[in-house]
């Protein structure tokens, strides 16, 4: 049995799908953060996810890895994101690209739209109708969407302007959150992020952004700000980049939990609906990046899956 690895290496979670040659899964490993700006350990994590992926094949059979790898920017990269899918024991085809490929060709699978992926990382990647490649990173832009951002400015606007009546239950959520006993001393945690090792405090503020956004949601006034300003960020870029499309419809897929969470979801939408340069239609991808890296390995082999093997990958994680 020959078998594609697909690798989805983000800025928290690396996962690794093994699947045959016909299509079917037979394999699944999770590991740590794979961006080496956000995780230390990179290297490991996703080495570890594509050997656990390959625990019931045998990393033997593998004909072909794909590896959409966060920050994983510039041809000075390749030498570190080679090494990462150097896994013992596979011999085959090993291709690394950057995380937003994967995710594109996992929303649209080639086809032209914009991805707008905002998790633990954010970028706002599009393959456009005449076939150019654009990135919002291109115009130095950035969405300050990113679970870390958000963590951030929700505790900046409450430290700021004080907590409102509608900001209680979050203020409880995010003293708990920092072990503060009181808004004082989580005043004074904050005033020493700085002095913390950057790589924690990002982990630490990333990991606090679905506090914010189930916040926003119940209708904390400093969390909304927090996802307002966020889904702001976001419809800039997407309407930064919908701009060099020639056609008047531009798809748009939203991946990652902050995006994807309902509050900012729907300020988002809601932007995008009042551009009149562009028709925007926010989509669900068609499936998730790590099996959009397992398709884009099974058509560099010449393979296209019928019907049946791909209503399977689309419920890959």
């Known amino acids: 049995m020959k078998t594609v690895i697909g690798v989805d290496a983000g800025g928290s979670k690396t996962r690794a799908l093994a699947v ?11 590991g740590g953060g794979g961006n080496p700006s956000h995780d230390a350990n990179y290297l490991e994590n ?5 050997a656990s992926a390959t625990s019931n094949c045998g990393p033997e059979t593998v004909v072909r890895v794909v590896a959409g790898i966060a920050g994983f920017d510039r041809e000075s990269d390749i030498e570190w994101a080679a090494a ?3 896994a013992p024991g596979i011999i085959g ?3 690394q690209i950057n995380d937003a490929d994967i995710a594109h060709y996992g929303a649209f699978q080639g086809a032209p739209g914009l991805v707008s992926i905002q998790g633990d990382g954010s970028m706002i990647f599009g393959v ?5 490649r654009i990135r919002n990173f291109d115009y130095c832009h950035y969405a300050r969407a990113a679970g870390p951002w958000i963590g951030s400015l929700a505790i900046l606007m409450l430290l700021a302007r004080g907590p409102e009546p509608d900001d209680a239950d979050f203020v409880t959520e995010v003293l708990r959150y920092w072990e503060a006993n009181s808004f004082e001393d989580l005043r004074e945690i904050a005033s020493h992020f700085r ?14 952004a679905p506090i914010v956004t189930a916040a926003a949601a119940a209708g904390s006034t400093a969390a909304r700000l927090a996802c307002d ?6 419809a800039d870029g997407i309407r930064l980049l919908g701009r060099m ?3 008047p419809d531009v798809p748009v897929a939203l991946i990652g939990s902050c995006v994807r969470s309902s509050y900012l979801r729907c300020a988002l939408e809601a932007r995008l609906a009042a551009a009149t340069e562009k028709r925007y239609r926010v989509i669900d991808a068609a499936y998730s990046p790590v099996a959009g890296a397992v398709l884009m390995a099974l058509a560099q082999e010449g393979i296209q899956l019928d019907a049946t093997a791909l209503c399977g990958l689309r419920s890959a994680t």
Do not use: H
């Open 20 to 30: 045959s040659l016909d299509g079917t899964i037979v394999g699944y490993g999770e």
């Open 128 to 132: 456009t109708d005449t076939g150019r």
């Open 245 to 247: 499309f020639e056609g």
């Open 46 to 50: 996703i080495r570890g996810a594509i």
């Open 84 to 86: 990462c899918t150097a």
């Open 229 to 234: 300003d966020a889904a702001e960020n976001v």
């Open 195 to 208: 002095a913390q090792r950057f790589q924690e405090l990002l982990r630490k503020q990333g990991d606090m």
């Open 93 to 95: 085809s090993q291709v």
